[in-house]
């Protein structure tokens, strides 16, 4: 099982600054199969970014997503008020699918 | 485009056995896999497994003993059962999808979860 590390696991930053999440894998992920995701309180996750750099459909360009093999970054260029929340990678490369732990973005 | 839903008894008993629906709007199940996922009060997320449309199933080792996911291809429905609960199972669970396709070259590509049920909370307590 690839174990996701994810660090720092609290973010204390304010509006209009920039974040930087870092997400740790214990083997190569196969294909730089790495996605990020944000969850607000008591919602589903959102997908951000996948195949480590690509952003999804509809996500602003101040998040971006880079690295390879084993060590991977979210950044969010300029924090906006609704980008608190919490952050989460995962890799879909190899069975079974796992999780970071999560990194909470906070004002 | 693609929609959840999903539904299923909020509150069990321990030993109970824990069922959950996902219905799909909006497309079909072909060229996805379809996984469920579940994330305790307060904790981080755990995929417990996946279904594809020809039935196939791949489960989380940590669960696979009490896991069963199925498809209704004729309600565009699939249900998770989780046998023998404990307060630990307590969580709130999520269907998603992940698509898969190959390119002109026949070369194979996985896209990660998008999207997401709205998620149901399913507590265990005697």
Known sequence: ???LTQSPGTLSLSPGERATLSCRASQGVRNNYLAWYQQIRGQAPRLLIYGASTRATGIPDRFSGSGSGTDFTLTISRLEPEDFALYYCQQYGRSPKTFGQGTKVEI | QVRLQQWGAGL??????????????????????????????????????????????????????????????????????????????????????NRYYYDSNGQYYVLPFDPWGQGTLVSVSS
């Open chain 2, 12 to 97: 069990l008993k321990p030993s109970e056995t824990l069922s959950l629906t996902c219905a799909v709007y909006g497309g079909s199940f072909s060229g996805s896999y379809w996984s469920w996922i579940r994330q305790p009060p307060g904790k981080g997320l755990e995929w417990i497994g996946e279904i594809n449309q020809s039935g196939s199933t791949n489960y989380n080792p940590s669960l696979k003993s009490r896991v069963t996911m199925s498809l209704d291809t004729s309600k565009n429905q699939l249900t998770l059962e989780l046998s023998s609960v404990t307060a630990a199972d307590t969580a709130v669970y999520y269907c998603a999808s």
């Open chain 1, 1 to 3: 099982e690839i174990v």
